[in-house]
């Protein structure tokens, strides 16, 4: 079976630090991967996603990236964290001839 | 551009009520709708997917129509548990081409015993 994992679970980071979080997928070959946020009083949003290796689509301007080395990693970065980044980051994945997004248990990042 | 609201943004029922979450979409070209459960500081729990050219899902106690002239989906709990209290998300797919998901804010659902 298909199991995703996120770490860390939660984070405290100071404006103007880096960022990095990590999501990695089990059992499961080539997949769409995503990143979505959610911050307090708002939907989900959605980051960034990627179709393989090296291919990443982002869906807002920020001062976030992303990154997928490998075919079942994914990886959100920073380099100068800002208040507005905190929030709930969620990432999910789907095989590509489905359609059910299956998410991670997610990471909450508080930045002060 | 694609905005989905859900309505209520919070919902109240005593165990057993069957109770119904509402959800609108403004553009009515869209791929597929899922919804989702999300529990309190958890990630999300896929409930039903319903493709563009389905009328309904059904999962247990679940139900979910899909009206995409309208613009609307439901989703119908039947005979309520403590166990359903969560947080309730709708997002639309909005086209093939890309797959990304456009998410309501949400429902959060109580139950109490």
């Known amino acids: 079976s298909q199991t995703i994992h996120q770490w860390p679970a939660t984070l405290v980071q100071p404006v103007g630090s880096p960022l990095s979080l990590e999501c990695t997928v089990e059992?499961?070959?080539?997949?769409?991967l995503y990143w979505y946020r959610q911050a307090a009083g708002r939907g989900l949003q959605l980051l960034f996603y990627?179709?393989?290796?090296?291919?990443i689509s982002s869906e807002v301007p920020q001062n976030l990236s992303a990154s997928r080395p490998q075919d079942r990693q994914f990886i959100l970065s920073s380099k100068k964290l800002l208040l507005s980044d905190s929030g709930f980051y969620l990432c999910?994945?789907?095989?590509?001839?489905?359609?059910?997004?299956?998410f991670g248990p997610g990471t909450r990042l508080t930045v002060l | 551009k694609q905005e989905v609201t859900q309505i209520p943004a919070a919902l109240s029922v005593p165990e057993g009520e069957n109770l119904v979450l509402n959800c609108s979409f403004t553009?009515?070209?869209?791929?597929?709708l899922q919804w989702f459960r999300q529990d309190p500081g958890k990630g999300l729990t896929s409930l039903l997917l319903?493709?563009?050219?389905?009328r309904e899902q059904t999962s247990g106690r679940l139900n979910a129509s899909l009206d995409k002239s309208s613009g609307r989906s439901t989703l119908y709990i039947a005979a309520s548990q403590p166990g359903d209290s969560a947080t309730y998300l709708c997002?639309?797919?909005?086209?093939?081409?890309?797959?990304?998901?456009?998410f309501g804010k949400g429902t959060t659902l109580s139950v109490s015993s």
């Open positions: 990627s179709v393989g290796i090296g291919q």
């Open positions: 997002a639309v797919r909005p086209g093939q081409a890309g797959t990304a998901l456009i």
């Open positions: 319903i493709q563009s050219s389905q």
């Open positions: 059992g499961t070959s080539n997949p769409n």
């Open positions: 553009d009515s070209a869209i791929y597929n």
């Open positions: 999910a994945w789907k095989a590509g001839a489905t359609d059910t997004q299956y």
